[in-house]
């Protein structure tokens, strides 16, 4: 039997991100997140590094983790580093929250609205216990 099937063409394969331009990319994007944590740290202290972590968890959080370890060698206190990071993913939980009540179907959305938010609450509450 013969396959009907035809294979569309017209959809763009993603880019590799192993190619030289999206390695600079992301090199250049974490330079730009370490030079900004060490602008807020120099001006706000350990409150502006926890704040930069929650906006840097609703962009990135791999920036944000990376840019925390590099500077928890010394720079910043280990603990504010982790803590600073655990906003963050805080902050990407709640966002991919309210992504998924905006955007998602009826049966996704409430799905997605009872486990993300078991997930933020956890995170939530382990943040206040270890404060």
């Known amino acids: 039997m013969a396959s009907t099937y035809t294979r569309d063409t017209s959809v763009e394969l993603p880019s590799n991100p192993l190619q030289v331009s999206s390695a600079l990319q992301m090199a250049l994007l ?3 997140v370490l030079f900004a944590l060490y602008a807020v ?3 706000w202290g350990d409150l502006g590094l ?3 972590g929650a906006v840097l ?3 990135d ?3 944000l983790t990376i840019s925390m370890a590099k500077s928890a060698d010394g720079q910043i206190p280990l603990a504010v580093a982790a803590e600073a990071v655990a906003i963050g993913v805080l902050s990407n ?3 991919k929250l309210l992504l998924g009540l905006v ?3 009826a049966k996704f959305r409430k799905l997605a609205s009872a486990w993300v938010s ?3 609450v956890a995170s939530a509450v382990s943040l206040a216990v270890l404060h």
Do not use: E, N, P, Y
């Open 30 to 32: 974490f330079q730009l």
């Open 41 to 43: 740290r120099s001006h």
């Open 50 to 52: 926890l704040l930069s």
């Open 57 to 59: 968890g609703f962009t």
């Open 61 to 63: 959080v791999d920036a």
């Open 93 to 95: 939980t709640i966002l």
């Open 103 to 105: 955007l998602g179907k």
């Open 118 to 120: 078991l997930i933020a």
